[in-house]
């Protein structure tokens, strides 16, 4: 069985029509993680005997004669800031490095019960937060194309992952960018739904009002299809949405002539890199052959979106992470006198240097004196911001930009400056502050065969759009 040409359609068919079962797709994804992971680290833990357990249900209705679920007996993992019953969960942080739940995420569970097996718990950024999967507690991963490169952040391993074929889909987790800015870099798919489209409930807070959970693939229509499994309104997350949920991979095969595609120059400015610039621009093109109608649009406030995203996001990871104390989850430090010793020691050993300072930034953004200097500010430009895409999005269907301003970096190479890893998320940003969905898809190689990706970003609740978009793009592209 070539792993390698594994989707979710073809695993499932192979498992429903007994060309092989699920059981020994299991084993060839297992041996091939050992074979493969120790190069790259993409994964965290593995859970066989959860795997096993499902494969062998799959395996018994496949034998039965029965129908599969749409995930039926198909491989996936998941990023490690998702909750797994039973299954170590770390968030990438020695904190919560012996950290079982005792619950599922619902998007897990929603895969689960559309027959996924689950392989294992994906290596990312410590809390999410990261471009360059660095700051692991753990250890590194390594991008698959390039092991001397960083595989983009910080769902870093759920893109490596798919990208070396390690898993059929994962999940990932966007914050900034972190779904679509490491598929650019691993040359995946990857798919941040609208905010409030997919629930929350079970993922471990990073910063509440931005994130998103959302699928990594190999193409746009097993994005769809994990997307269409995961979606939808649930009762223990009360900001997702009671907006129907079409049939996404219906709804790829739709003509694409005729819609309007935004172009915005404040994407492609200063620091863009020419091959991935020209890359995008190729791309626009090839969209304007299948009779799309290439529109330029203004996002005037897109210079304020990094500051912005900092100050937002800091502040509610200040907020979400003060309950790692010691006392409720995972790691406590051993030898501490009084209680607030407790807690400053444990917090001193189990965050890691950026999970500090981000601490460190969000509680300052949110002090009595500074409240309104930057919170409040960043919150007003955050408005202006979401108002600019309304505006763009009155005039187009869809926009499309680069991903990411470069291609992947290597390892080291920003990991002492924050300041130039932080501005590497200038295009992915804008979309989490203003809610609406994005996905990113490989467009290109630059010189030294590394992928580049292309965002197209579309309207709330309208993943439809994009991924019809994408869909159509890739045909053309292949
Ligand atoms: N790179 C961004 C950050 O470090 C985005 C992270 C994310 O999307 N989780 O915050």
Redesign the pocket.
């Known amino acids: 069985m070539d792993l390698h040409l594994l989707t979710i359609d073809a695993a499932r068919s192979a498992v429903a029509e007994r060309k092989t079962t699920s059981m020994a797709l299991v084993e060839a994804f297992y041996a091939r993680i050992q074979k493969e992971d120790s190069q790259i680290g993409a994964y965290l833990t593995l859970s066989k005997e959860r795997a096993l357990e499902q494969a062998d249900r799959m395996d018994r209705l496949a034998a039965e004669g029965k129908p599969l679920p749409p995930l039926g007996g198909v491989p996936v993992a998941i990023k490690d800031v998702m909750c797994t019953r039973g299954v170590r969960t770390t968030a990438g942080s020695q904190i919560l490095g012996k950290f079982v739940p005792p619950f599922d995420c619902t998007a897990v569970a929603r895969l689960e019960a559309a027959g996924a097996v689950i392989l294992g718990k994906l290596n990312c ?1 410590e809390f ?4 360059s999967n660095e700051n692991s507690s753990f250890h590194p991963v390594r991008n698959p194309r390039d092991t001397s490169r960083v595989p983009g ?3 870093g391993g759920s893109a490596a992952a798919v990208a070396a074929d390690m898993a059929v889909v994962t999940l990932g ?7 679509r ?1 490491p598929a650019s870099f691993c040359g995946v798919v990857g798919l941040m739904p609208t905010y409030g489209r997919v629930s929350r409930y079970g993922l471990i807070a ?1 910063a509440s009002s ?2 998103h959970i959302g699928p990594l693939a190999k193409t746009t229509k097993d994005a769809a299809i994990v997307l269409r499994t995961i979606a939808g309104r649930d009762p223990m997350d009360s900001t997702t949405a009671e907006v129907p949920v079409p049939d996404y991979v219906v709804e790829l095969e739709k003509p694409v002539r005729g819609l309007k595609i935004g172009v915005a120059k404040e994407y492609f400015g200063e620091g863009l890199d020419g091959e991935v610039r020209k890359a995008i621009e190729n791309a626009i093109q090839k969209l304007a052959k299948l009779e799309c109608e290439v529109v330029p649009v203004s996002l005037p406030h897109t210079e304020y979106a990094v500051p912005t ?2 100050i937002v ?1 800091t502040a509610e990871a200040s907020a979400n992470l003060a309950r790692f104390d010691g006392v409720r989850y995972g790691y406590r430090a051993k030898g501490t006198r009084t209680l607030s010793d407790m807690y400053r020691r444990t917090r001193d050993h189990g965050f890691g240097a950026e999970v500090k300072r981000r601490i460190m930034l969000g509680t300052y953004a949110l002090s009595a004196g500074y409240y309104d200097a930057y919170y409040l500010k960043a919150q007003k430009v955050r408005t202006l911001l979401t108002g600019d895409f309304d505006e763009a999005f009155k005039k187009v269907d869809v926009i499309v930009t680069p991903t990411s301003p470069t291609a992947a970096f290597k390892l080291g190479e920003k990991v002492n400056d924050p300041l130039a ?2 501005l ?2 200038i295009y ?2 804008t979309a ?1 502050l203003a809610g609406i969905p994005g996905i990113s898809i490989p467009c290109g190689e630059t010189r030294e065969k590394l992928p580049i990706g292309l965002q197209i970003l579309g309207k709330h609740f309208d993943e439809a759009t994009i991924l019809r978009v994408a869909h159509a793009f890739e045909k053309v592209a292949a």
Do not use: K, P
């Open positions: 950024d999410a937060m990261g471009s952040g910080s769902s987790s966007d914050t900034g960018g972190s779904i800015q990073f931005l994130d995203y900092y996001a890893m932080y590497a998320d992915t940003v989490d």
